[in-house]
């Protein structure tokens, strides 16, 4: 029976079996110490002789639990009997057990396989499973179902640029940029209130420390809302969440990277301004007049936001009808009833409240200039009768990475798929 | 402040506004009634004159909840303001108030942005809901963490045939048939247990009731086992709690397909029978030698467990090595350490234990004629040390389709994507 690192202190005295990686090597002559790695932790095994074995194999060591205040948790195990599993080759490729901030990007992301061993690099995605939890929790408990749509589309929804194509058989399909045109259907058959966790795809030639073409949507979509106050509210308690959760259980993987998450009480309180504010507050702010809110503004007004309210956020609404898509309700000739939300410095949300009106969305296709051939399935959700609703997503790398104080969105990517990478 | 119909038996005396879509319209000259539907079901409303409303209209009403032994729920409102949110046209492309098994599942597919609002399609997809959940959460009680891994690879893990092709800008990728690679990856870098659920894509030609080509995989990977018995009972824990689950929160749902799920405390003891005895069972039973368990002994053997266990299901383990992946542990010379789990007739799931060792990986690629070239990173995982460790995928929408007892797993998908259905 297998005892995991976390139980040892428990266990002192007794004889236990644990199993793991060999994470470090120490031989001192007389006695040799090996720090053995599993997924609750690590801890310190002590031999007599020098045990045969190389860092990154996994073994299993049988010995008994001993106080020992210099070892992590204040427990060693005395080994009397060890096992190799899986022998590891000794030309690793990654320095498992270094500081990963003294690693290149490029060199943990080529290594992928391996580097993904070291704790600090495990405890991103550690935290980013707790990100998954909380949100999914978060919602159901407010009366929304989980979906599960295709990635393959005949057309975007958003137009046909920035879309990877699909060899389909004999056909030609993208894959999808975002679940909108699906989100919006199933709020129209009556879910109401609908939630997808999925992929989501972008042929955008960025290569910036915020962009990566294939990311994972946290995506919300909701029915019988009065405005976009509303989507903020619930993004609001979304937020709060996650933050709980996180701090509940990732104290580790916080240590880790020296971060802490925002009070989940301030959250319901992150700064609501309109556009127009926003671009008031960065020019006073920064003593510059700005006409578009652009990345350093983003930077600006979330550190504004840091000030006053206590939480590096802040949602911006009312942005320009133009810059949004065709499916976003109209606050009057200029404005949209739409938002985004910026944290520690960078966008990690959009939302809006949509057109719901069949006769106002086939309006709003002439003045964005889009024609309405190929929408049909689309512009069927509205035409038979669609409820008041918005929605808006959540990038997960995004948060993952700001929540930690990563320098780029693709360390807190198991995989990233950028313009060059397409491995491992 | 909207009440939904599920509360109204509780509000009776008091005035309430209902929102949701017009089912059904009644005129009997001098009373009208209206059925209205939302999220938690079903009311009437009665109208003194003829209410200005088509079939799939969005509406809200406000009136006085009264009692009405005829009405269902005991109760209805009468309305005394009716607000029309969004009317419907009246040329509907599918009557989502009649029963969908009257309708072929060619009309449902095609106009699915429509014929998704019948309640019993709806149905389907609350079912659907909670698997989700639950399975999530039972395997979080049991340590494991969430990924999210690529679906775009640059080869595929189980050889080039069944891929369809991505066009990456100046590069060629394909869709993942599998998070395979991806979650032996995750439990040797030390998250021991991982599970993700995600697309994956076959691009294969069938055109059958229990093949689609993009599905949702709930896939499983844990490590330090001993042996595909341990596989084969946690997934009788997640069944049961599958099953639990859906007992306790979709009991409309089961009822509108007439559908039932096996008792959650019967799971843990679905027969285990290996692949010859399996064999010798179909034959028995049939009174028909057979070779190789087809479709057809497949659905034997599951009303054979029926019958001696009360539940239509049954592992059926020791594949013979040929008939599996090469990653596949080998029992003896020709049988693997792998097993199916067929329910109600169909193969919902295949896992084995994985080969963890890399001199017994890189003899089995020889066995199966298969080259290292280009599984550089798939092999550096065991390389450099990797436990013993095995996993499985349970297909959605295929348990889905047999929970409910669908014709075609086509119908436990939202939005499927077959030989030649690329829309909506």
């Known amino acids: 029976m297998r005892t995991l690192v976390s139980e040892l202190t428990a266990r002192q005295g007794s004889e236990v079996t644990v199993s793991g990686w060999v994470h470090r090597i120490r031989d001192l002559g007389g006695v040799s110490f090996v720090v053995l790695r599993d997924r609750s932790g690590s801890a310190q095994l002590v031999f007599d002789t020098k045990p045969a074995v190389t860092l990154e194999s996994v073994i299993s060591a049988t010995g008994t639990v001993t106080a020992n205040e210099r070892a992590p948790g204040g427990v060693e195990v005395r080994v009397r009997d060890l096992e190799v599993l899986s022998p590891a080759e000794v030309d690793l490729p990654f320095p498992v057990n270094q500081d990963p901030a003294k690693m290149p990007l490029e060199a943990i992301l080529d290594s992928r396989m391996i580097s993904l061993r070291t704790p600090a690099i495990l405890s991103i995605f550690r935290v980013q499973s707790t990100i998954l939890r909380c949100f999914a929790d978060c919602l159901r408990a407010e009366g929304f179902s989980e979906i599960k749509t295709s990635k393959l589309i005949g057309t975007g929804t958003e137009g046909g640029t920035g879309l990877f194509e699909v060899a389909y058989f004999e056909d030609k399909v993208y894959l999808t940029q975002s679940p909108q045109i699906y989100k919006q259907a199933l709020v129209a058959a009556g879910f109401e209130r609908v939630f997808e966790i999925g992929p989501a795809y972008r042929a955008e030639k960025h290569d910036t420390p915020r962009h990566i073409n294939e990311f994972t949507s946290l995506d919300i979509e909701l029915a019988f809302i009065e405005s976009e106050q509303d989507l903020m509210d619930l ?80 949602f911006v609404y009312g942005y320009p009808r133009k810059s949004r898509p065709f499916y976003t ?65 959540i990038g997960l790398e995004r948060l993952t990475q700001k929540i930690l104080g990563l320098g780029s969105v693709k360390e807190a990517t198991l995989f990233p798929r950028d313009r060059r990478r397409t491995r491992p």
């Not at 916080?254 to 504010?277: F, G, M, T, Y």
């Open 235 to 314: 993004e609001g308690g979304i937020l709060s969440a996650i933050f709980g959760g996180i701090r509940e259980s990732n104290a580790r993987d916080l240590e880790a990277w020296k971060a802490s998450v925002p009070d989940p009480a301030l959250c319901p309180k992150i700064p609501r301004v309109s556009h127009d504010e926003a671009r008031e507050i960065i020019s006073r702010e920064t003593g510059k007049k700005v006409y578009e809110i652009a990345p350093e503004g983003e930077r600006t007004l979330c550190e504004w936001a840091g000030k006053t309210a206590g939480i590096e956020a802040a």
């Open 329 to 393: 309700y109209p606050a009057d000739n200029n404005r949209s009833k739409s938002f985004d939300l910026l944290f520690r410095g960078l966008e990690i949300t959009s939302g809006s409240v949509r057109i719901n009106r069949y006769d106002m969305l086939l309006e709003n296709l002439k003045t964005f200039d889009l024609p309405p051939e190929g929408m049909a399935d689309y512009l069927s959700i509205f035409k038979y009768g669609c409820p008041p609703h918005g929605g808006f997503a």
